[in-house]
């Protein structure tokens, strides 16, 4: 009988096979590829967004912090009988200038003081202080502030509020400008109760109301 033949040898079915596998290798290799890159990628958009959010909060902190100079206003009260710019107050305004200095502020700031017309007793030889709270308003000896009227210019701006002054704008080499305005007694109208329904502790409150002093800060524009 004739001999049968040898089968076939799968030779081409093996190089398929070897290709696909070819084929499968270079295929991960280069999707590895592509998510280690997406991953780097990813991670530098991270990067990206951070230093772009840090860099906002700076710059709405900037912007912050000049909307809060422009519009920033210290007032303090001024007791009766005392000097309005000495004291706590010069303290304050050197610590207030202080910080501005440190954080190179440029502008100006505005000293202002004015005083109220309070409800006193006394005599003009004895000099005049607060009248009781309790009595009416309209038995005050003397309603306004002869205390004020009496200050010398050099207790109004006294020698170390001008060495104040002159020591910022020297440091600052300009940079800062202090101004100092006397606003007086004037008040609007409505600012003091009726005398004859309102008790003495009633006026004076209105009264240490105007009496104070204040600062305001105005940055310097910017360079158009």
Same mark, same amino acid.
């Given at each position: ?9 799968? *030779?081409?079915?093996?190089?398929? /096979?070897? /290709? ?38 700076? *710059?709405?902190?900037?912007?912050? /912090? ?76 003397? *309603? ?78 910017? /360079?158009?």
């Amino acid at each position: 009988p004739p001999q049968a033949a040898p089968p076939p040898r799968p *030779v081409a079915w093996i190089a398929l /096979a070897a /290709a696909a596998c070819v084929v499968a290798l270079v295929a991960g290799y280069f999707g590895w590829r592509e998510h280690q890159a997406a991953v780097a990628l990813a991670a530098r958009l991270e990067d990206s967004a951070r230093a772009l959010a840090a860099a906002q909060g700076e *710059v709405a902190a900037a912007r912050q /912090a000049a909307h809060a100079d422009s519009g920033r206003a210290d007032r303090l009260a001024v007791p009766y009988g005392e000097p309005p710019l000495a004291g706590q107050r010069l303290t304050a305004l050197a610590a207030l200038l202080a910080d501005l200095e440190g954080r190179g502020f440029a502008g100006t700031v505005t000293v202002t003081s004015a005083a109220g017309d309070f409800c006193l007793t006394g005599h003009p030889t004895e000099g005049y202080g607060l009248a009781p709270g309790e009595m009416p308003a309209n038995r005050c000896d003397v *309603v306004g502030n002869p205390y004020e009227e009496s200050l010398k210019p050099a207790e109004r701006d006294p020698p170390a509020l001008a060495a104040l002054i002159a020591g910022v704008a020297e440091r600052s080499h300009g940079a800062i400008e202090v101004r100092v305005e006397h606003a007086g007694r004037a008040a609007p109208p409505g600012a003091y109760p009726s005398a004859p329904d309102a008790s003495a502790a009633q006026w004076n409150a209105a009264a240490a109301a105007r009496n104070y002093v204040e600062f305001s800060v105005a940055p310097r524009p910017a /360079a158009p």
